[in-house]
């Protein structure tokens, strides 16, 4: 008899569905936002790379999980559910029918960024309360509670914590910790640009090479945030990504072969820009 196709208004579940699809599909390939993936003609320098990644890991099936609809319904909803360009005018409407739509995009408010500061304190007290064995004074000042490396970049409930934020989505509330977290941790310096970001490159590159590593898995992003600064691992491996997607055809490299090649064509480059 086979499954029913629905039609019509799109349910709460469903929804949902196609926001774990499309943060699935983004971790899957690495494409580091759900306007790049939907809206890709927007990216020019981009597009040939996410087309093939697209292609490579079935975007149409994989947006379609969990979802008995026609794609192309799937997919346009997929669409209005994403764009930033979406929730102008008239639209804004729907912020008030549809909570599950009012979603922001852009720069992070100062109620935001806080919630989100909130949602994370709390993870890590939590552990350190478990780790330490008793309860942390809740009047203790933040800045009195150290934590150690270890228990920082353990891996957060991002799903919880998107649900405490309630206005962003996982992977924004991903994005924004890496970047308040890299701000603190480096005291707020550029380390990426001008003449300390073309080193730091230079580095990553060369200590990676050094590594001999075989896949990524194989990296410690911990140990190797130090040839930039000290900065968050996601940071690192940010970088790296976007080394990454400047080699031809690097999806059908394997880690290694990257890493050869950015050792023998790019790193030239860039040490004759010094």
Not at 66 to 72: D, E, F, M, N
Not at 93 to 100: E, N, R, V
Not at 217 to 244: A, M
Request: charged letters at 30%; proline letters at 4%; aromatic letters at 10%.
């Amino acid at each position: 008899l086979g499954i029913a196709v629905k039609f019509g208004r799109f349910s709460e579940k469903e929804n949902k569905q196609i926001r774990k699809n499309i943060e699935d599909f983004l971790d899957i390939t690495g494409i580091d936002s759900a306007e790049k993936l939907l809206f890709t003609s927007r990216y020019p320098q981009e597009r040939g790379t996410i087309s093939n990644l697209k292609n490579k890991h079935c975007f149409c099936e994989k947006l379609a999980e969990g979802i008995p609809r026609p794609w192309r319904l799937i997919y346009y909803r997929a669409r209005k559910m994403f764009d930033p360009n979406n929730y102008k005018g008239r639209d804004a409407l729907a912020f008030f029918f549809f909570p599950i739509l009012a979603l922001n995009y852009g720069p992070w408010s100062k109620e935001e960024t806080q919630k989100l500061m909130d949602a994370v304190e709390s993870v890590l007290r939590k552990r350190l309360e478990k780790k330490e064995g008793k309860p942390l004074s809740s009047e203790k000042p933040r800045r009195e509670i150290l934590i150690d490396r270890e228990t920082l970049h353990q891996k957060l409930p991002w799903t919880a914590i998107e649900a405490k934020v309630g206005t962003r989505y996982l992977r924004q509330c991903k994005q924004k910790w890496s970047t308040i977290l890299t701000h603190k941790m480096t005291k707020g310096q550029q380390l990426y640009r001008g003449i300390k970001g073309l080193q730091a490159k230079i580095n990553l590159i060369k200590r990676l090479h050094e590594l001999n590593a075989e896949t990524a898995d194989e990296v410690n992003w911990d140990e190797l945030s130090n040839v930039i600064g000290d900065v968050p691992r996601g940071y690192v491996q940010g970088k790296f990504y976007k080394l990454k997607i400047c080699v031809p055809l690097w999806q059908r490299r394997t880690f290694s072969e990257i890493v050869d090649y950015l050792f023998e064509k790019e790193l030239p480059v860039l040490q004759g820009k010094l």
